[in-house]
């Protein structure tokens, strides 16, 4: 499936300043804000209005302290915020998508606006996943336990059970809260979605929730559970999650939608995904899972990466971003997996090669099982293939590392848990080049070790535990 070129009637902007009046996204979303109708009365309203006639302006990002003060979210943005500039990036929705571009490109030729864009879509998944409702005679222990053998989850999650207190974010389709695989694994989420309703173009269409005011992040498409259970599921008929007794927050950043082969896929707007993931880091995220990416192909013509910003300041904020490569099969870069300080993962086989879907490129740092993984469903179990599923067992074995540094005083970084896991990593088969395995397959004791031997350096030769 290709999605190249497709577009909101939205244009996003970074503004050098931005006027008190502009309310936040989560605001509007929540109903307790509406979007303004202008931004300063002045020229910069003019140039607006000669391409689109009217609009609807409102910022992207919401102010971390005043995340639970419902009505006032842009108040109080501190120094980071203020640093990156996430007080000065809005979203203008104007009547037709077809003047997108000619009015991003008027903004970026004015001297009070550093960069403007129409928003381009994520998708999850990223070109293909061929998934399958199971019957009981899929789920034989062999078919079940195969990808988690692989990387030694069992192995372990014995030597580390994993810690409640490391909350690790599934940016995605949402989660399907009422499953039994994650009773008393969910803390509370978020769900930024609002797309608007209908065709999408590319022969795309919304359906389901897609501009519901609420904050419930329930799942539409069974993509972001199926994630989650690799995460951290709680183990009653599928290996418990990689990630042990870590706590899931459920973050809903992409609606449902029917693509034109048929399939229920996950589509999302920059604006809603950039505002999901900072409010999962303000939310308490140590790790966030995004399985999800827009094509370079996708990006308009000089501007900035999607979720630059973004990722800056979950880096600032001391959480781990891992991301997934993509599905296309080829060498292309996907954001945010290919931007800097993200761990990016790419999918290999049963026989330790690269998948055929799973992306290419020097970003990335290593891979895991991709295919045919058995997960959590909307309800029950099913099996699906892609990076998708590739990127949760590195954040699930992400958040064992860190519940380990944790306990011995120890913060990891995420610089540091990208550089252990590429040491820990096993060598790749002998025909997978750098770039289409990265370090090689994901080894999660060995992973332990090496955070067990950096506590014990730091510590002057004990490891505390």
């Known amino acids: 499936m290709t999605h190249h070129g497709m577009t909101t009637g939205r244009v996003l902007a970074k503004l050098c300043e931005c006027p008190e009046h502009v309310p936040s996204h989560l605001d509007v979303i929540a109903g307790a804000a509406r979007p303004m109708g202008h931004i300063d009365n002045n020229s910069l309203d003019r140039c607006i209005h000669h391409h689109a006639g009217a609009m609807q302006v409102r910022r992207v990002y919401h102010a971390a302290e005043s995340l639970m003060h419902e009505g006032t979210r842009c108040e109080c943005f501190d120094d980071t915020e203020k640093a990156l500039g ?92 009422g499953h039994p695989e994650f009773h008393n694994r969910i803390a509370a989420g978020v769900d930024t979605v609002d797309l608007g309703n209908g065709a999408l173009g590319g022969g795309a269409e919304l359906v389901g929730d897609s501009d519901t005011p609420d904050i419930m992040a329930h799942d539409e498409t069974g993509h972001g559970s199926h994630v989650a259970g690799i995460i951290a599921a709680n183990g009653d008929c599928i290996p418990p999650g990689v990630g042990g007794r870590a706590c899931l927050i459920p973050v809903r950043a992409l609606a449902a939608a029917r693509s034109a082969d048929g399939r229920i896929v996950g589509i999302g707007g920059t604006m809603d995904i950039d505002a999901a993931v900072k409010a999962a880091v303000d939310l308490g995220a ?30 600032a904020k001391g959480a781990v971003p891992v991301a997934a490569m993509g599905n296309s099969g080829k060498s292309e870069r996907f954001y945010p997996a290919a931007l800097d300080g993200v761990i990016a993962v790419g999918a290999i086989n049963e026989h330790g090669r690269r998948a055929s879907f799973s992306t290419m490129g020097d970003h990335i740092a290593l891979s895991a099982p991709g295919e045919d993984v058995i997960s959590t469903g909307l309800t029950g179990y099913r099996a699906s293939t892609g990076t998708s599923h590739a990127a949760p067992f590195v954040a699930g074995a992400v958040a064992l ?55 014990a350096a730091n510590q002057g030769g004990s490891n505390g535990r």
């Open 86 to 177: 996430m007080d000065r990036v809005v979203a203008l929705d104007i009547p037709t998508s077809a003047r997108a571009t000619d009015l991003a490109h008027d903004l970026n030729e004015r001297d009070d606006v550093e960069w403007a864009m129409p928003e381009p879509m994520s998708f999850a998944p990223m070109d293909i996943t061929p998934v399958r409702v199971l019957s009981a005679r899929d789920m034989t222990p062999e078919k079940i336990l195969a990808p988690f053998q692989q990387v030694g989850a069992f192995v372990a999650l014995e030597m580390e059970p994993g810690d409640p207190a490391i909350r690790v974010a599934v940016v995605d389709t949402g989660v399907a809260l």
């Open 286 to 315: 140590r790790v966030l899972n995004l399985s999800f990416g827009t094509s370079e192909e996708d990006m308009p013509f000089g501007a900035p990466p999607v979720h630059s910003d973004t990722i800056q300041y979950v880096l």
């Open 401 to 455: 590392m860190l519940a380990r540094g944790d306990a011995a005083g120890l913060r990891l970084n995420a610089i540091q848990c990208r550089d252990i896991l590429r040491r820990a990593a096993d060598p790749a088969h002998p025909d997978s080049r750098p770039e289409e395995t990265g370090a090689g397959r994901l080894n999660v004791p060995r992973t332990l070790s090496l955070v067990d031997q950096l506590i």
